[in-house]
C-alpha cells in the first residue's frame, strides 16, 4: 500500500493533528488522499457519507483531505458508556456494550477481517493513506491482540513516523523506550521520529537531536512547535475549544505550521520509497 502511518510514545500527543496536517499536505501534493484508523475509542462521533457513525477524528481528517468521509476510514468505533464498558460500533453497525476483556476475545477475528477489508478499499480508491494508531506500539501487555498499531503497519506495509510529546517532559526517553520495546521488525518500519508541542528556541535542543539521531539510528525529521488556537476539534477532549481567526482556512493554516517544522521532502521520499 502507498501509505505512511503515525504513531506515539503515549496517548495525546499529537497524533491526530499530525495526521490532519499530512492528509492537507498530501492532498496539495495532488494526491487522493484517505485517513485511517482501525479502531477508534471516542465519544466523539460524526455521521459518514452513507449515514454511518464513525470517529469524529477521521471525519475532519477526511475534510482536510479533501475527501469525502466514508465509513472504510474507521471501520471500528468505540464509545465508552460507563461502568468499564463501551458500545462497539463495525461499520456503522452497533452491538450490545460490552467490557475491554470480552471484547479482545469475541471481536478479533471479525476486527483483522474489517480492518483488512478497508485497507484493500482504500488502497484501490486512493493515492495514498495516512494511518494514525492508537496509543503506543510500546504497549506489551496488549500486543497479542492488538489491532491498532503494528500490526495493522504490517497489514498495510507501510512506513512509520514515531511522534514525541516534549511538552510534557522526558521526550527523548519515551522515543528510546518506545523503540527498545518494539521487535526488531517493527523498529526497522520507523523512518522518522517528529518532535510535537515544542516551546522556545530549537537550536538549544540540538544536543538532544543528536543524541536521538547517534542512539536511535533514525532520523529527527522535525521539531513541530506548540500551536495555539488551530481551531480543529481535538479527537477526544473535553479541554475548552480553540477558536482559529476567522476567514482562514484551519487545515491549511494548521498544514503550512507543521510543513515549515519538518522535512517535508524527506517525508515524500519516504512515501515514494514506500510505494515502490
Not at 468505540?78 to 461499520?91: A, E, L, Y
Not at 467490557?99 to 479482545?104: K, L, M, P, Q, T
Not at 521520529?193 to 515544542?198: R, S
Amino acid at each position: 500500500m502507498n501509505g505512511i502511518m503515525v504513531m506515539g510514545t503515549a496517548s495525546d500527543v499529537g497524533k491526530t493533528m499530525i495526521c490532519t496536517a499530512l492528509c492537507r499536505l498530501f492532498s496539495d501534493e495532488g494526491m487522493r488522499v484517505a485517513p485511517f484508523k482501525s479502531q477508534n475509542m471516542s465519544r466523539f462521533s460524526a455521521k459518514a457519507v452513507n449515514g454511518e457513525e464513525m470517529s469524529r477524528a477521521q471525519y475532519l481528517q477526511a475534510e482536510a483531505a479533501r475527501t469525502t468521509p466514508i465509513i472504510e476510514m474507521n471501520p471500528i468505533l468505540i464509545k465508552p458508556v460507563g461502568g468499564m464498558k463501551s458500545d462497539v460500533r463495525f461499520f456503522g453497525e452497533a452491538f450490545n456494550a460490552i467490557d475491554g476483556f470480552a471484547y479482545r476475545e469475541q471481536f478479533f477475528t471479525k476486527a483483522i477481517d474489517a480492518i483488512r477489508s478497508s485497507l484493500d478499499y482504500l488502497s484501490k480508491n486512493f493515492d495514498v493513506v495516512v494511518i494514525e494508531g492508537a496509543g503506543s506500539p510500546a504497549e506489551v501487555n496488549l500486543n497479542d491482540r492488538e489491532i491498532v498499531n503494528m500490526r495493522v503497519a504490517d497489514m498495510a506495509d507501510v512506513p512509520v513516523f514515531l511522534v514525541a510529546d516534549i511538552d510534557r517532559g522526558g521526550a527523548i526517553a519515551s522515543i528510546v523506550g518506545t523503540l527498545q520495546l518494539m521487535e526488531p521488525k517493527h523498529r526497522a518500519r520507523v523512518k522518522g521520529i517528529l518532535i510535537n508541542k515544542f516551546h522556545g528556541d530549537v537550536t538549544l535542543f540540538k544536543e538532544g537531536i543528536d543524541f536521538i539521531e547517534t542512539y536511535t539510528g533514525i532520523r529527527v525529521a522535525g521539531i513541530i512547535p506548540h500551536m495555539m488556537n488551530h481551531g480543529i476539534e481535538e479527537e477526544d477532549a473535553d479541554r475548552p475549544q480553540q477558536n482559529a481567526p476567522t476567514g482562514i482556512d484551519i487545515y491549511d493554516e494548521w498544514a503550512k505550521h507543521v510543513k515549515a517544522h519538518i522535512d517535508w521532502p524527506y517525508v515524500l521520499s519516504v512515501i515514494k520509497e514506500a510505494g515502490q
